[in-house]
């Protein structure tokens, strides 16, 4: 069983960064592909970063590419999304979520708010 909490959103403008944050509980989060999705007002839940647990190799939504950086430190249990150059459309609920290779993600947090002002 992992348990994910999810930390550090907040309202900036555009332009600023933000990092959030993932602490999960669990001995397997090690191995566990780690990820970030969200969901803006109105909108369906969409992929942000994933991020897998023996390579550490990484994935980017095109919409993110290049301005978010998705990273993890195994030592901790914490997952992190540095976002850069923030949007006004990066605005949203933003939650990660893990799970074994290839199996999905049965486990997520309960997200945490990102709003960016024009």
């Known amino acids: 069983q992992v348990q994910l909490v999810e930390s550090g959103g907040g309202l900036v403008q555009a332009g600023d960064s933000l990092r959030l944050s993932c602490a999960a509980s669990?001995?397997?989060?090690?191995?566990?592909?780690m990820a970030w999705f969200r969901q803006a007002p109105g909108k369906e839940r969409e992929f942000v970063a994933r991020?897998?647990?023996?390579?550490?190799?990484?994935y980017y939504a095109d919409s993110v590419k290049g301005r978010f950086t998705i990273s993890r430190d195994n030592a901790k249990n914490t997952m992190y999304l540095q976002m850069n150059s923030l949007k006004p459309e990066d605005t949203a609920d933003y939650y990660c979520?893990?799970?074994?290779?290839?199996?999905?993600?049965?486990?997520w947090g309960q997200g945490t708010q990102v709003t960016v002002s024009s």
């Open positions: 669990g001995r397997t989060f090690s191995t566990y592909t």
């Open positions: 991020i897998t647990g023996n390579t550490g190799t990484t």
């Open positions: 979520a893990a799970g074994p290779p290839t199996r999905g993600y049965p486990y």
